[in-house]
């Protein structure tokens, strides 16, 4: 069984920074790959970013390529979204997620098993 949970949303202005983190604890953590989604009201659920279990193989959402960044540190469990220049759009809850999803579904929120409560993100304009 795997737990998450998400810290470090909040309120900020267009072209501000925030960073997300997403504590993990359970077993075979280390070997899953970890995701960050979205969701804003009325739209479906979003891939957003990804990183493999090596740390090193990253995915990202094109909208937010170039201002987000993804890593986990294996050592402490730990899952960060580093979000810079944040615009409107970037308004969601974000989740963080845990699986094992094959390289070409690695978007795919149903390929997660393991979910986060959530952290609200609201980028004001």
């Known amino acids: 069984q795997v737990q998450l949970a998400e810290s470090g949303g909040g309120l900020v202005q267009a072209g501000g920074s925030l960073r997300l983190s997403c504590a993990a604890s359970g077993r075979g953590l280390t070997s899953n790959t970890l995701g960050w989604f979205r969701q804003a009201p009325g739209n479906k659920r979003e891939f957003v970013a990804a990183v493999r279990w090596n740390g090193h193989s990253k995915y990202y959402l094109p909208s937010v390529k170039g201002r987000f960044t993804v890593s986990r540190d294996n050592d402490k469990n730990l899952l960060l979204l580093q979000m810079n220049s944040l615009k409107p759009e970037d308004t969601a809850v974000y989740y963080c997620?845990?699986?094992?999803?094959?390289?070409?579904?690695?978007?795919?929120?149903?390929?997660?098993?393991?979910w986060g409560q959530g952290t609200q993100v609201t980028v004001s304009s």
């Open positions: 997620a845990a699986g094992p999803p094959p390289i070409e579904r690695i978007l795919e929120g149903d390929e997660y098993g393991f």
